[in-house]
């Protein structure tokens, strides 16, 4: 009995109920759509733009604005990874197959953090490429993907997508609920950073790691002086994350099933 | 031989001791009925055995070595402690197959351990719409995958109609038969006495009773004899003599303890008394077990 064994079985779960490929199409219709409606609407206001506003235009961030939801849908796949277990009592059946829980937390972690980088990658190519194709229909300026910043922009996205997706089997692990990990994840991304402007100087320098509160800086090919370097801002809410997840090891291992 | 081995375990939860200094063992070859009333400890109990629930103290081993250490856990023991502990959005086929490949047993199996629990044409069908029987035979069928030595059922016929009940006893009687030890919890004794040979019998998390189905029904019950003698009153005063105690009872017969009723043949032939009923009272299994755990039923009925 190997990691190996364990992390297939985790993947035969994984396919083996709809709820994966319903999230994930509606992973590709929500994040396609939103950005093939932003392009449509910022391409035909395009002309309107002040010379400043033009100055600044980025047609690559403006395309990957839908990572803003698909980071939500994203959370609900690793957060189900985890509490779908708990909630129908599976872990049990589970555990006494695989008694050592780090190990099975370890196969879960690695499985959903791989299908999150592929997905959060090939829907950032597609939402790229989509958005950039409607910018020129719209013959507003357009960017490639040879372009200079493009590439690393759009391959960040995809990568804060899959450590938002780590994140989110953190909160499932600890918090061992769906609706409690969500509710979380949603006052993570969305509500903390709102109260960014409140908070102390020091904070709100720490909270340029917060997730979302520097994805900005990723998408965008024109760097923001206020904005941590990409990487770093990656590199910093990674840490966080791996935190989180460190705590939903020890929890695991510890409690009672 | 692989033995089920429970030593001085106890858990708590804050103040409350749900099990308590529990030690028992349960032999191969055999089915232990593992017995008491709700919220006696049984499911904590096994809980510990399989290592979802983590002792305060003492210690099970399966075979010698703790459940998390066994290194291909199903290939020695399978658990069903609760039938509904599937994801009802999943096929039968692949949360069977999801477990095999968990601890590398061949695909195959998956496909045999439908087959001997009569579940082939619904493997394909997804578990939320099988019906509780159907759950706890996929239950059943999860434990066997890895064909283990040891296997453990919480209340497996819970809630099941009588076929239901009569499939998982015969089933239990199989698995013994084949050498395995099987322990089996219930909270019914009416249960336990069609299906298990041993029985371990706890109250409020304390061993109450740990022994054979047959030691139970002869020593618990307080045998008596009943007796029906033309010169009752006569035949009383020679009982008493004997050394049994003795009360009257309906139909002018009389209740005898302390003699069996061997010893009673033999008196009324010295003294050529005429017997004209002369019968054992096999206490109940029920009754043997009300006796038994009369001071640990969890809420008991206030005396009046």
Known sequence: MSFANTLHAEWIKLRSVRSTWYTLACLVVVGLGITALAASASGAGYPDLSPEDKAVWDPTSLSLRSYIVAQLVIGVLGILVVTSEFATGLMQTTLNATPRRSRLLAAKVALTTAVAVVVGEVLMVAAFTLGQLILAARDAPHASLGDPGVLPAVLGGGLYLAAIGLLAIGLGTILRSTAGALATLVGIVFIVPGFGGLFPDWLQKVLLFWPTQGGAAVLATVPDPDLPHPWLYLGGMSLGIVAVVAAGFVLFRRRDV | ?304
């Open chain 2, 1 to 304: 031989m692989t033995r089920i081995e429970v030593r001085g375990l106890t858990k708590r939860y804050g103040s409350e001791t749900v099990v308590d200094d529990l030690s028992f063992a349960v032999e191969p070859g055999q089915v232990t009925g593992f017995l008491g009333p709700n919220g006696a400890g049984k499911s904590t109990t096994m809980k510990m055995i399989t290592g979802l629930a983590l002792p305060t103290r003492g210690s099970v081993t399966i075979g010698g070595r703790r459940y998390a250490d066994l290194p291909v856990p199903l290939t020695e023991v399978g658990a069903l402690l609760d039938a509904g502990a599937v994801d009802g959005h999943r096929k039968a086929y692949d949360h069977l197959l999801a477990l095999a490949v968990s601890n590398g047993i061949p695909r195959r199996r998956v496909g045999e351990v439908l087959a001997r629990t009569g579940l082939e044409s619904v493997a394909g069908k997804r578990t939320g719409g099988f019906s509780l029987g159907m759950r706890q035979r996929l239950g059943i069928a999860a434990t066997l995958l890895g064909d283990p030595r040891v296997l453990i059922f919480d209340e497996p016929v819970n809630g099941l109609d009588p076929e239901g009940i009569r499939w998982i006893r015969d089933f239990m009687r199989a698995l013994a038969a084949e050498g395995r030890a099987v322990l089996v919890s219930s909270h019914l004794m009416s249960e336990m006495a069609q299906t298990a040979d041993h029985l371990v019998v706890i109250g409020r998390g304390r061993l109450i009773a740990d022994t054979s189905m047959d030691a139970l029904v002869t020593g618990g019950g307080q045998g008596t004899v009943l007796v029906r003698t033309p010169d009752r009153a006569v035949f009383a005063r020679r009982l008493v003599a004997a050394g049994a105690a003795v009360r009257e009872s309906l139909e002018s017969s009389l209740i005898v303890s302390g003699l069996s009723s061997a010893e009673i043949g033999a008196l009324a032939a010295t003294h050529g008394a005429v017997l004209s009923e002369l019968t054992p009272q096999r206490a109940s299994l029920e009754d043997a077990f009300m006796e038994l755990t009369r001071d640990s039923v969890e809420y008991q009925e206030v005396a009046r």
